[in-house]
């Protein structure tokens, strides 16, 4: 699936269905079985308690992870996308999310930007950093941004190819009320066009949703 041009409404529908998906790092720590069929335009949130999977799950969609078990298929435009296939059309802001410290915010970007052979890298670079409120701080080194704002470039990295299907995994970590509000801000204008998944247990994050996957799985602690 080619890159959207920076400006360009994302008009892709998208389509997602799990089937007794599953995984497994050990007998009790994964994704206990999941089925749910989601279609975008939209937004879902990924509930459950600490453990239960809910980042494993948005790893296996955005084919970062293979599962142990069951079924994931997603499709942009009618088109069913192998997981090897799926990084243009995903955009994931998760917390194990880094950056290169020595370089700066723009700069990161600008590798990103460059790497995936997006059309005027530099005006994906700006938009982005416009949208999260992190333009003024272009010109810093990675490792001089505060835990907060370290989430903001984390979130411009998801939107800057413009992607059909945004991943957010607890996306509102670190922000203040006004990166909270920006938050809301971004998933309202996605939700619009594509599919947002949002792996929260935050009841503010699970308001900005129209549907919720519920994970059962026994989460951190639990007795097997």
């Not at 955005?62 to 078990?69: I, Q």
Request: net charge neutral; proline share 6%.
């Amino acid at each position: 699936m080619s890159a959207l041009p920076a400006r360009e409404a994302v008009s892709a529908v998208a389509t997602l269905s799990a089937r007794e998906l599953t995984h497994r790092y050990s007998p009790r720590r994964g994704l206990d079985p999941v089925s749910f069929d989601l279609a975008g335009p939209g937004v879902t949130a990924v509930t459950g308690p600490n453990g239960s999977g809910k980042s494993t799950l948005l790893r296996i969609v955005a084919g970062l992870l293979r599962p142990s078990g069951g079924s994931c298929v997603l499709a942009c435009e009618g088109r069913e996308l192998p997981a090897r296939a799926r990084r243009p059309a995903i955009g994931l802001a998760a917390p194990d999310l880094s950056f290169y410290e020595e370089f700066t915010v723009g700069e990161n970007l600008s590798f990103a930007a460059e790497a995936r052979g997006l059309d005027d890298p530099r005006g994906r670079v700006r938009e982005s950093l416009e949208r999260v409120g992190l333009l003024a701080r272009a010109a810093d080194r990675a490792d001089a941004l505060s835990s907060g704002m370290r989430q903001r470039l984390r979130l411009a990295f998801a939107l800057l190819h413009q992607p059909p299907v945004l991943l957010l995994d607890e996306p509102g970590s670190h922000l203040d009320d006004d990166g909270r509000v920006m938050v809301a801000r971004l998933v309202g204008e996605h939700a619009e066009r594509g599919l947002v998944l949002i792996a929260t247990n935050e009841e503010r994050e699970k308001t900005l949703a129209g549907h919720a996957i519920q994970l059962r799985g026994r989460g951190v602690g639990d007795p097997a």
